[in-house]
């Protein structure tokens, strides 16, 4: 079993429509949680750090946690095709330093 | 404003030359960086965690006498492609964290072997 998952994709959404892209993992204990977004041949970059249960909203973005059933989710609201990029998921087990991360999801925006 | 950067952002080498690139983290200093390759459409794959005034980390099947790691400074961890061939040819990325657990990447360098 992976220790994080995420849909490949491609998720195709509309331009204006609430993109919503899932993860899960498999270490119970994982304490700190975030999405990075990678336009292609580029490297990653953070958009979404979470920590607590429940929902974390940044512009239009929000993340979403649930420990109980071990995931994660984000959310962009009013999607753009400049939205259009490969989001990763990635979670650091036990708040040390070895990040492991999901092989993310290829989101397209259509206009 | 960038956090990481790396140097080159590209470069084409003959097959059987080596080829550093170089990853410094700026305004912070990083006493673990990590070193990432991927391949075109791949997802990332950690190569190995580098140490500041130790030996790096590599992770499995990772050749660590073919990719060497420095990390001499509190600021600047360098890989060393040794012998490169054209399967070598990938995205290589470095990441730092600053302060807490968020974890920056720098912007990649394209290694491209003929």
């Known amino acids: 079993q992976k220790e994080v998952e995420q849909n490949s994709g491609p998720l195709s959404v509309p331009e204006g429509a609430i993109a919503s892209l899932n993860c899960t993992y498999s270490?119970?204990?994982?304490?700190?949680f975030f999405w990075y977004r990678q336009y292609s041949g580029k490297s990653p970059e953070l958009i979404m750090s979470?920590?607590?249960?429940g929902d974390k909203e940044d512009g239009r973005f929000t993340a979403q946690l649930n420990k109980a059933s071990q995931y994660v989710s984000l959310l962009i609201r009013d999607s753009q095709p400049s939205d259009s990029a490969t989001y990763l998921c990635?979670?650091?087990?036990?708040?040390?330093?070895?990040?492991?991360f999901g092989a993310g999801t290829r989101l397209f925006v259509k206009a | 404003g960038a956090v990481v950067s790396q140097h080159p952002s590209w470069v084409i080498c003959k097959s059987g030359t080596s080829v550093k690139i170089e990853c410094r983290s700026l305004?912070?200093?990083?006493?673990?960086m990590f070193w990432y390759r991927q391949f075109p459409k791949q997802s990332l794959m950690l190569m190995a965690t580098?140490?500041?005034?130790?030996?790096?980390?590599?992770e499995q099947g990772v050749e660590k006498d073919k990719f060497l790691i420095n990390h001499a400074s509190l600021t600047l961890s360098t890989l060393t492609v040794t012998s490169a061939h054209p399967e070598d040819s990938s995205f290589y990325i470095c990441?730092?964290?600053?302060?807490?657990?968020?974890?920056?990447f720098g912007p990649g360098t394209r290694l491209t072997v003929l």
């Open positions: 990441s730092a964290f600053r302060g807490g657990d968020e974890q920056f």
């Open positions: 270490d119970r204990v994982s304490q700190s």
């Open positions: 979470i920590y607590s249960n």
């Open positions: 990635a979670v650091n087990p036990t708040g040390g330093f070895k990040t492991i």
């Open positions: 305004d912070f200093q990083a006493t673990t």
């Open positions: 580098s140490n500041e005034g130790s030996k790096a980390t590599y």
